[in-house]
């Protein structure tokens, strides 16, 4: 008899540029899951601050975790995709207050190749300027943190394939 596996529900975190709005959408539909874009959930007041180059402070992000949270949560058991930049330790604290099954997928590569990238998008809010703080507040995936680290180098569908193989080696989530 086959055992069946329960889909993870998926936060694609990283830096501004690594590519989590690329990359999230492709490993979803690889997982056969929903994709859920993490901006999506910034109240108005954040993505102007950010338009205007202004780095949000924890108390602007809180209400979007919790949003994003209150999305994972609702996937437990279903699996899904959605990006969020989470890049400190309190902030995937958060999300997993709420969503205590989600694992994470970092997004990783240099600081050169990040903002290579980021110099060529067009329509976002988020200004290169902004790269250096992202770096300095990013805080890596600790061991006791579920999740997998995957570089960017690469193609979007070959990172997206190197994620959802590095998944496959998690632990079943938990409900």
Do not use: C
């Not at 924890?58 to 058991?77: F, M, N, V, Y």
């Not at 995709?81 to 604290?93: E, N």
């Amino acid at each position: 008899m086959q055992q069946l596996h329960t889909p993870h529900v998926v936060v694609v975190m990283g830096v501004a540029g690594t590519g989590k709005t690329t990359i999230g959408p492709l490993l979803a539909a690889r997982l056969g899951v929903p994709y859920a874009e993490g901006d999506d959930f910034h109240p108005p007041a954040n993505i102007a601050k950010m338009t205007a180059g202004t780095p949000l402070t924890d108390e602007d992000r809180r209400p979007w975790l919790d949003a994003i949270g209150g999305w994972a949560h609702g996937r437990a058991g279903l699996g899904g995709v959605v990006s969020s930049s989470a890049l400190k330790r309190s902030y995937r604290d958060r999300l997993r207050a709420t969503a205590p099954g989600v694992v994470f997928v970092h997004l990783t590569g240099s600081r050169e190749l990040i903002e290579e990238r980021m110099s060529h998008r067009q329509g976002h809010f988020m200004p290169t300027a902004l790269l250096d703080s992202q770096f300095a507040t990013l805080q890596p995936l600790q061991p006791d943190e579920a999740g997998v680290a995957v570089d960017v180098t690469g193609t979007p569908e070959q990172i997206a394939e190197r994620a959802a193989t590095a998944l496959k080696d998690l632990p079943e989530p938990v409900q």
